[in-house]
């Protein structure tokens, strides 16, 4: 691994978010893209750009606390899974490397992961070539393993010992782009999903060692990001559909799209339902209390302006999960092709990043209601990669 160029953190931060703290803080990563600029629904990159970013919350309390930034790289262009962090906070990877030439005109792709110390003061970026564009990132709730999905079909296994990252494996799954990824609770299992070949694929997880059981599960189409809940019971995947495939050359309307529940309770895996969301699904999450789960969807926010589909807003919904099934509670507007979308530890709160308006977003969930508090958190670039702490 090489250094990577110089970080920063924020002024009069001394990096004190290791697990000595005096109460449970409940960790979260946001990715963010400085060079990009969604504008009306056009992709621009403006000149002078300011530097991607990793931001490190702590969501225990209300409103939650930017705690560390940190320069990276990283872009809106793949899963909003794209970073990760350790359940003592020491460690954040990030994937999705990605540079643009202004000279060009065309975005580059790097092929490393980046390992961030947070215990370094301050934090210390170094680079792990992977000889892939990374896409999602997962790490298990020991904290020994990560798993990075790739553009080529493979996942990467890597090892985590302490502040050391070193390459354990690399399996391959598919021919195509893979994207979100997540361990199940008892670390035995993960889900990839297939993006541009459809599926999930169900890898096992025993002894260090991580091999692909041959299961693959049916999704929507172009599936996306995953997650999967505390209490062991569920997996839910977002299916980001004709606008997820590579390449597709006709024009969209921002029709409907679908998330996909997985019961993940006992094996063999099944899915159980597909549930019909706006379109482009971007980020789902299930509470940590494994009662509800957030949805971000685009909803036509991210179409240029002479596209009947185009809306201004996306929505952010909230489904509760009642005899095996998903039940539609709430809908609230969302912000303009937002991304990620996490539940706080007390499933009290989803986080959304809100990705044109640079802005972490605040929603409470109170009942099976979904309200905005109104409560943003400003980032120097649009927020694109979300996760919390493996749960």
């Given amino acids: 691994m090489r250094s990577l160029r110089c970080t920063q953190a924020l002024a009069g931060l001394t990096i004190a978010v290791m697990a ?106 170094t680079r792990l070539d992977i000889g892939s564009h990374p896409q999602g990132i997962a790490i298990d709730r020991a904290g020994r393993i990560a ?73 929507g189409v172009a599936p996306y990001t995953i997650d999967v809940s505390s209490d062991g019971k569920w997996a839910v995947v977002s299916d980001v559909g004709l606008a997820g495939l590579p390449a597709y050359a006709g024009k969209l309307a921002g029709d409907a799209d679908t998330v996909t529940l997985i019961d993940v309770s006992r094996v063999p895996f099944r899915t159980v339902q597909h549930i019909t969301v706006p379109s482009l699904p971007e980020g789902v999450a299930i509470s940590p209390d494994g009662k509800w789960i957030g949805v971000q969807s685009m909803d036509g926010s991210n179409l240029t302006p002479d596209n009947p589909g185009r809306h201004a807003r996306g929505k952010v919904l909230l489904f509760a999960i009642r005899d095996g099934q998903a039940v539609k509670m709430s809908e609230v507007a969302g912000g303009e092709a937002s991304q990620g979308i996490v539940f706080s530890a007390d499933s009290k709160h989803l986080i959304v990043q809100y990705n044109v308006e640079k802005q972490l977003a605040f929603f409470a969930v109170n009942g099976g209601r979904l309200s905005d508090t109104g409560q943003r958190i400003a980032l120097t670039g649009g927020p694109s990669s979300l996760r919390t702490t493996p749960r």
């Avoid at 621009?44 to 750009?49: L, Q």
């Avoid at 390459?167 to 297939?194: E, P």
């Fill in 147 to 219: 798993l990075v999905t790739c553009v080529d079909g493979s996942v990467v296994v890597l090892g985590i010992e302490g502040t050391r990252v070193t390459i354990v494996d690399t399996l391959k799954i598919a021919q195509k782009r893979l994207s979100g990824v997540s361990f199940t609770h008892d670390g035995a299992h993960a889900l990839v999903a297939l993006r541009d070949e459809q599926g999930v694929a169900v890898l096992n997880v025993a002894d260090g060692r991580v091999t692909d059981s041959g299961t693959r599960l049916s999704s």
């Fill in 20 to 125: 000595c703290t005096s109460y449970a803080a409940d960790w979260i990563v946001s990715g963010n893209d400085g060079k990009y600029q969604r504008v009306e629904g056009r992709d621009t990159y403006p000149a002078n750009p300011k530097p991607d970013t990793l931001t490190l919350l702590d969501a225990s309390r209300f409103p939650p606390q930017v705690k560390v930034q940190v320069e990276v790289e990283n872009v809106i262009q793949g899963p909003p899974q794209a970073v990760a962090i350790t359940p003592d906070a020491s460690i954040a990877l990030v994937a999705a490397p990605t540079r643009y030439d202004y000279d060009a005109k065309k975005l580059l792709m790097d092929a490393f992961i980046q390992v961030v110390d947070m215990q370094a003061s301050p934090p210390a970026v």
